[in-house]
């Protein structure tokens, strides 16, 4: 399924349906926009993403659940073993 997406700086009173979309079930979303554009931010690597999770588990303290104690101090994450699961 292809889909169209279009942002209209000056929305017209009637939109045109795409030639390829017409006499077809679809589904319109109107969502208005901010007024001024939003900057972009950067993606996150996954690596990134990986370093952030380290630096809030560093700072985590053990916490008691029951009979059980969940312990994050020593947290490591092992990329081979994690996609071995």
């Known amino acids: 399924m292809q889909l169209v997406r279009q942002v209209l700086t000056d929305a017209p009173p009637m939109i045109p349906v795409p030639t390829e ?7 319109v979303i109107f969502r208005p926009l901010p007024e001024k554009a939003e900057e972009s931010r ?4 996954a690596s990134a993403v990986i370093d952030q999770i ?8 053990p916490v008691e659940l029951g009979e059980f104690q969940l312990d994050l ?4 994450f092992d990329r081979e073993e994690a996609n071995a699961r």
């Open 73 to 76: 101090t020593g947290f490591k």
């Open 42 to 45: 950067p993606i996150a690597t």
């Open 21 to 27: 979309l017409q006499h077809r079930r679809v589904e």
């Open 54 to 61: 380290r630096d809030l588990v560093a700072g985590c303290e």
